[in-house]
């Protein structure tokens, strides 16, 4: 009896287990509009899935860049111009990891010359391809005929997209740090695994500056923890210290900075408080450069 009882159980884990998947799934689906959302574009075909393992099938080439940043499920469909074939884009929806994972793959597609446009959180928009994200979702329409359907068309879809995606317009909490006017708003990248190249430097935020017609960069590493941040700061000193002897740190009570030479990126002034740290490369202005990854700091931690 108590076997024949546990047999029961097996049977119903394995078949609700499929159907909680299905569920996830068909949400996303049905955030691609319907097949005749807007007139004389009818949707070609029905909307196509997706995951981590069938992924390549659809961007052979570039589902390893998804991977880091959460992905879980895509959803693609193509709609096609009904007085003229050739005339048709993709649209994808992409489910990440978080709000965050969402924005990295955005940044990792938007262009500096792309065009802001007013959808989801942030969104911009090219001749022949319009992106954005909301939420946990990275949406991607590009052209895929022979004509461009146009950018009227691109931002009534992407519109329709964003009303059927949970509601959340909001961008990450830790971009709030790079709002300053030294910073190229559309340079800001969240990378997901060994930023700067660096192992030890786990996850974080890049983005272009300028101070006094000087181009360089600013970082954001992001760790869980102070204990973490403090270990990546010392790993990298260390680092520092196996090329570079004039290695320069100083102490305070809530927090430790560094000025040194990084063989790849030059001259560097890094600064590690709580679970952040911040940090410039590329520097000609280090007075500057300190100045401004101090406000930075300040930004995130609202000090």
């Known amino acids: 009896m108590q076997i024949t009882y546990r047999i029961a159980l097996i049977i119903i884990g394995l078949l609700y287990a499929p159907l ?30 997706f995951d981590k393992d069938t992924l390549f099938d659809h961007i052979n080439g570039e589902s390893e860049l998804y991977f880091p940043y959460g992905f879980e499920v895509l959803a693609f469909a193509r709609y096609v111009n009904r007085d003229n074939p050739q005339s048709a884009f993709d649209a994808d929806i992409y489910k990440m990891g978080s709000l965050l994972d969402a924005f990295g793959m955005y940044a990792n597609y938007r262009r500096k010359d792309d065009v802001d446009v007013h959808v989801g959180a942030e969104g911009t928009a090219s001749s022949s391809q319009l992106l954005f994200y909301q939420d946990r979702y990275f949406v991607r329409l590009q052209s895929s005929g022979t004509t461009n359907p146009g950018s009227d068309i691109f931002l009534a879809y992407a519109r329709a997209i964003s009303q059927n995606l949970p509601q959340n317009t909001g961008r990450p909490k830790e971009l709030e740090a790079f709002i300053a006017p030294a910073i190229e708003p559309k340079s800001i990248r969240y990378i997901a695994q060994s930023l700067l190249g660096y192992e030890f430097f786990r996850k974080g935020i890049v983005a272009d500056a300028v101070l006094n017609n000087e181009p360089f960069q600013v970082f954001l590493v992001l760790e869980n923890s102070r204990e973490a941040a403090r270990k990546a700061f010392d790993q990298y000193g260390e680092y520092l210290k196996t090329s570079e ?37 590329r520097v000609k202005d280090t007075s500057g450069a300190q100045q401004l990854i101090e406000q930075l700091d300040k930004q995130i931690s609202g000090k």
């Open 20 to 49: 909680t998947v299905c569920s996830v799934e068909t949400d996303i689906a049905k955030a691609l509009p319907a097949p005749a959302a807007i007139e004389g574009w009818p949707m070609d075909g029905k909307v196509t899935l």
């Open 245 to 281: 002897k004039n290695v320069r740190i100083a102490r305070m009570p809530h927090q430790i900075s560094l000025k040194a030479s990084d063989p790849l990126y030059g001259n560097v002034v890094v600064e590690q408080a709580g679970r952040f740290i911040f940090g410039a490369i």
